[in-house]
Every structure is written in C-alpha cells, then in structure tokens.
C-alpha cells in the first residue's frame, strides 16, 4: 500500500498531497518501452539494472501536475508522436511554450533538489532567477517568461548515421541537466528521443541558432533548422559519455538478458 506523501509543492508552494510527478513526461518512457527490443529501460550509469519507467519525484500538487499534463498532452499527440511517424513539420501555439518551459522548470528544480543553494554562486543566483521567472509564468502571468529563449531542434539524420553509439543516444535517449558549456554559457539541456530542447539561462539568448526559436506561435519544421557548433559538440560529449558507460558499464549477465528478451520478443 502506497502512502501519501505530505509536503509543499514546489511550484505554487500549497502544503498537501504531492504527486510523484515525472521529470521527463511519463509518455517518453512508455514510447521508448514499447518501442524497444527488449522491452525495458536503461539508465546509461546504472545499465545493470533494467527499468519500468523515466524519473519521477514528489514535486507537485494534483492542480499543477494537472495543469503540466494539459500541454504535455498535446506535445505528445502534436509533434512528438508524429515526428516519430516521419512528419517534419509543425504549426504550434502557447501550447508549445508552455510545455517547454515547465519542462525546463523541472529540470532546473531538480538541479537544487540534488545540489544546495550557494547564494554566492553567479551561476546558481541566474539560475535561482529563471526559475522564479518561469515558475510566475506557469502559474499565469502569461505576459512574462523573462526574455530567455527557448528551442526545439529535431535531430539531423545525417549526424546519426556517423556511429553507432551517437545513433543510439540522439534517437533512443532521454538526458535532461542543467548545462555548463565549455565558453561560460548555462543552459538547461533535455535531450529526448530524435529531438533536442535547449532553454538558455546565461546569457538569455544567442547567435547561431535558426527556425528552431519557440515563441507563442509558429511553425518548426525539420529541413529548414541549425544550431550553434558549441550546441552540437556538446551533444556528441554527451552521447560519447552516455554511451560508454553504457556499453562498457554492463555485465555480460544483462547483456545475455537482453539477448533473451529479444529472441522472446521477436518469437512472440
């Protein structure tokens, strides 16, 4: 029997029941189970043991895991689900916005979960302030999410048939963080299947990115985007990180499990 769990949701900050609420929206998880060899999940730096589901944590009321779920709903049916069936193009309004934002709002939420507050940290105080930004904006101060871009990149298929591995992180992966690039930028990186949100943080906005820019409405299409170069080096790091722990991470034991949820699936 599952007890409730009691606290302060971290978005409207309401005492009361909290909703073991997904950071990566359950739907990824459940697209990547049924659409996976063996059926299960794989956390690249824990690959031994298989799981059922993408991260959750109790985060949220029922009333803002219900208002998340309204554009993580349409996401799902109005870009993801068909992107994934070969379509490249996408008209979009405050939907689009709103599911981003939320998204990057957990992530970053997150960050403070797992790492304490340092008030005389330049990065954590940029961060501290997007979030509130964004946490307002959520809870409907629809005019101001405070001037920082976001993007939507679907992946080139011509970077994933360079290797194995990157093939495997830029199609099959979830990997969402708080970003630290090279040159000074933060950002809050989620990569899902075929498919890259970047939010900046610090600086708000940059150079070098087009057709990717999410507004509150519009159209992405898939032929017609690019990305900074420091974007796209730091997507491969993280695919060559992912997958060697990965590959070289698991046991011959899971690796021959896997083999035999394969077979069975394939004879089924």
């Known amino acids: 029997m599952n007890m409730e769990k009691i606290g302060h949701c971290r978005l409207c900050g309401m005492e009361g029941v909290l ?3 997904h950071i990566v929206p359950r739907f990824i998880g459940r697209w990547l189970r049924k659409t996976s060899e063996a059926g299960d999940l794989r956390n690249p730096f824990n690959p031994n043991k298989p799981e ?3 991260l959750s944590i109790y ?5 803002c895991e219900d208002m998340f779920n309204k554009s993580e709903t349409i996401f ?3 870009i993801f689900h068909k992107y994934q069936e070969g379509a490249s193009k996408f008209d979009y309004d405050d939907w689009l916005i709103n599911f981003v934002i939320s998204l990057s709002w957990r992530i970053g939420t997150l960050y403070f979960i797992n790492n304490s507050f340092d008030e005389t940290n330049s990065k954590h105080l940029q961060l501290n302030e997007a979030l509130n930004i964004w946490g307002s904006y959520l809870l409907g101060d629809g005019t101001n999410f405070g001037n920082y871009n976001h993007h939507l990149y679907f992946v080139d298929d011509r970077i994933s048939e ?6 495997f992180y830029l199609n099959r992966s979830v990997d969402g963080h708080v970003g630290f690039l090279p040159n000074g930028e933060m950002i809050i990186y989620c990569m899902l299947p075929g498919m890259l949100i970047v939010s900046n943080v610090s600086p708000k906005s940059r150079k070098g990115w087009k057709g990717t820019n999410i507004n509150r409405f519009g159209t992405l299409q898939k032929n017609k985007q690019n990305g900074p170069a420091d974007i796209a080096n730091y997507m491969i790091d993280r695919a060559i990180l992912s997958t060697y722990f990965l590959f ?3 046991s011959e034991r899971q690796k021959e499990k896997i083999k035999e949820k394969v077979s069975k699936k394939k004879t089924n």
């Open 248 to 250: 070289s991470g698991m």
């Open 76 to 78: 799902s049916k109005k």
């Open 59 to 63: 985060l949220l009321c029922s009333k």
């Open 19 to 21: 909703e073991d609420s």
């Open 52 to 54: 059922n589901d993408l």
């Open 162 to 167: 360079l290797n194995v591995g990157y093939k």
